[in-house]
Nanobody
Framework: QVRSVESGGGSVQTGGSLRLSCAGS????????MGWFRQAPGKTREKVAT???????KYEDSVKGRFTISKDNAKRTADLQMNSLKPEDTAMYYCAAGDRLCDTFWYWGQGTQVTVSS
């Protein structure tokens, strides 16, 4: 089954950092736009950050300046470095592969939990 595999979640205090990693199982990360998404309990899933095939990035407003998305071609992963974490960042984080315009995403993973305590 082609899917994404997320890792790196955990529990931190406000102001802490975590690095999430997404590997492609059955597909090559470098061939797609890669996106990180999150869903908190009772809320809809939101797009957090994307990086296209050329390396251009986009971020949701609330994470700009704190999160950085990148691709590691050697490791074949798409990573999300999260700094200055806030309790409102608490959510299940998912990654997925997307089309060239980063509009439609597929190959979803099972997610990794991020919990930020105050």
């Amino acid at each position: 089954q082609v899917r994404s595999v997320e890792s790196g979640g955990g529990s931190v205090q406000t102001g802490g950092s975590l690095r999430l990693s997404c590997a492609g199982s059955g597909y090559i990360v470098g061939s797609y736009c890669m996106g990180w998404f999150r869903q908190a309990p009772g809320k809809t899933r939101e797009k957090v950050a994307t990086i296209d095939r050329e390396g251009s990035t986009k971020y949701e407003d609330s994470v700009k300046g704190r999160f950085t998305i990148s691709k590691d071609n050697a490791k074949r992963t798409a990573d999300l470095q999260m700094n200055s974490l806030k309790p409102e960042d608490t959510a299940m984080y998912y990654c997925a592969a997307g089309d060239r315009l980063c509009d439609t995403f597929w190959y979803w993973g099972q997610g990794t939990q991020v919990t930020v305590s105050s």
